[in-house]
């Protein structure tokens, strides 16, 4: 049995940053989270964070929480962000009249929204369509929300709080009206703990409403589900939207090396339906061939889809019902001791964090104030360690991987000079020839040495979790190449997963294929087809899952 004063259901953004903020006002509190990092909808967004121009006319509140959340998270998590700006772009297809209502609400939520000629606009980004209307510049930005999680991870452990993957709470403890502690399956180890609490605060997201119904409690959650689709390469410098009510795949989101296209809006009753299909796939490129008319022949990656958690005591859904946010005390309820936040976005993940905690911290009587806007998340890499590390990465791939990395960045520059000085010895070559410490992931620049520190992490069980933390596969190839070289390298410095070699290059490719089936034509199919051979012809691995299933 396990003890502390706050439990945290629910590893993404808002729960993760939860517990940062307990930690860092001394706090004592455990996370739980049922998946990996960034399990749920915090992995499955297009990477916008939000200036709020999107939200101005139909939902002033939260465009406004997300234009001062937007220059909050620039400050103290710049590893995460990537200060693109954005468009907002009014095509022949679109209403002119909404544009005034639009530049008033940017005015009223202090979102600086300029216009800008249309030739600018086309110089800028070449392959947007010719035939455009207006355009407005605003301060859109892209996030990544694996980074962002892991970070708010870090800093949380930093000032002494713990986060507990694949612990999926299956009973909420409590007697007389009061909440006690939890029930906990670690699935890993298929074992049940107890942890006892004085409080608990529910930031499952799409999943709140399911932990609110297992305290007895009633929550007015909507599972929402958006797919995406995530095109091969970067067409575009800026995140572009449609100036015109939110709608269907009305986005572009520059993101690393891709772009990424969205969103659908579909009612699911599941927090985990994350199907994306070929339907909604042929949906989006219609839909986004007002703003990029070649974007048929564009290579496509992937598609995936997310929920988002809207909360809906109103009964409206879909794009109707408000991106707010709310914080629920339960002892209203009958249940002292429980606080759920619902709703909300990933762009005020913080801000929701903030809330939640100055509820719990005044009920414990706890008075330090809240810093998470102050305190950066992970320090800035000293640019000389950088400088060093210059000897044993390739220069191109260094700010990559330590903008990746976070705390982690010294663990992995001590560990390849170690192998780099092992190399040199062996080989007798330059200590800076990068042979003890090659690329296994070429696409997105990771290196064995990241791997290694990664994978001997006591929460990382998979190639997916290693994934998760370093975007192994997540490039051109989708893991084609880089799955077989990762496996080999852990076997041969003795690195064991949760999983067989073999069965783990296997889960890996099967999750990779997953996202590749609603867009499978073309050049992508030739891809596909080309992974399909390496793996099932050459290496036989679906012989070898045969053998295992008998």
Not at 323 to 328: G, L
Not at 389 to 406: E, I, Q, S, V
Request: contains cysteine.
């Amino acid at each position: 049995m396990l003890e502390t004063t706050v439990v945290v259901i629910g590893g993404g953004a808002t729960g993760m940053g939860t517990l940062r903020d307990l930690s860092m006002r001394g706090v004592p509190a455990i996370l739980l989270e049922q998946g990996g990092i960034a399990h749920g909808t915090s992995s499955r967004f297009h990477g916008l964070l939000h200036s709020g121009a999107r939200y101005v006319v139909n939902d002033p509140a939260s465009a406004r929480e997300c234009i001062e959340e937007n220059m909050i998270l620039r400050r103290i998590g710049k590893q995460c962000v990537e200060e693109t700006e954005g468009f907002f772009v009014l095509t022949p297809k679109d209403d002119p009249k909404f544009v005034d209502a639009w530049e008033k609400g940017c005015k009223e939520a202090g979102i600086d929204a300029r216009e800008i000629s249309v030739k600018d606009a086309l110089r800028l980004e070449p392959n947007l369509a010719p035939d455009i209307v207006r355009c407005f510049r605003v301060p859109d930005s892209c996030v990544d929300g694996f980074r962002l999680v892991l970070h708010n991870r870090m800093s949380a452990e930093r000032h002494g709080g713990k986060a507990l993957h694949y612990h999926e709470v299956t009973e909420i403890l409590k007697r007389n009206g009061k909440v006690y502690g939890v029930r906990v399956l670690d699935r890993m180890h298929n074992k049940t703990i107890e942890i006892r609490c004085r409080y608990i605060i529910n930031a499952a997201g799409s999943w709140s409403g399911l932990i609110a119904a297992m305290a007895g409690l009633e929550a007015s959650i909507t599972p929402d589900r958006g797919t995406l689709v995530a095109f091969n390469h970067r067409f575009t410098s800026r995140v572009i939207n449609r100036l015109h009510p939110s709608s269907d795949g009305d986005i572009f989101v520059p993101h690393g090396s891709i772009t990424i296209l969205g969103t659908t809006s579909v009612p699911t009753d599941r927090p985990d339906d994350t199907r994306a299909t070929y339907a909604e796939v042929v949906k989006l490129l219609e839909l986004g061939e007002p703003l990029f008319p070649q974007v048929h022949d564009y290579r496509i990656l992937r598609a995936f889809a997310g929920t988002r958690p809207l909360y809906t005591p109103g009964g409206a859904s879909g794009r109707k019902a408000t991106r707010n946010f709310q914080v629920v005390d339960h002892a209203a309820d009958g249940l002292d001791g429980m606080v759920s936040i619902f709703g909300g976005k990933l762009t005020t993940y913080r801000l929701m964090a903030e809330k939640v905690c100055d509820d719990v911290c005044k009920r414990l009587g706890v008075g330090t104030t809240c810093r998470t806007a102050d305190e950066p998340m992970c320090p800035a890499p000293d640019p000389a360690i950088l400088e060093q590390a210059t000897k044993y990465f390739p220069t191109h791939a260094l700010n990559l991987m330590a903008d990746r990395l976070g705390d982690d960045l010294e663990p992995v520059l001590q560990k390849a000079k170690i192998d780099a000085e092992k190399a040199a010895i062996a080989t007798g070559t330059q200590v800076c020839d990068f042979s003890g410490n090659p690329l296994l992931c070429e696409c997105e620049m990771v290196s064995l040495a990241e791997i290694e520190t990664v994978a001997r992490d006591p929460g990382v069980y998979s190639l997916t979790d290693i994934r998760l933390r370093t975007r192994l596969g997540m490039g051109t190839c989708q893991g084609a190449f880089c799955s077989v070289r990762t496996v080999g390298s852990l076997v041969e410095h003795g690195i064991n997963l949760e999983f067989s070699p073999t069965d783990s290059v296997c889960r890996f490719m099967q999750e990779r294929w997953k996202g590749a089936r609603p867009a499978l034509w073309g050049q992508q199919a030739r891809e596909m087809e080309f992974g399909r051979a390496i793996y099932a012809g050459l290496l036989n691995l679906d012989g070898a899952m045969h053998e295992q299933d008998n």
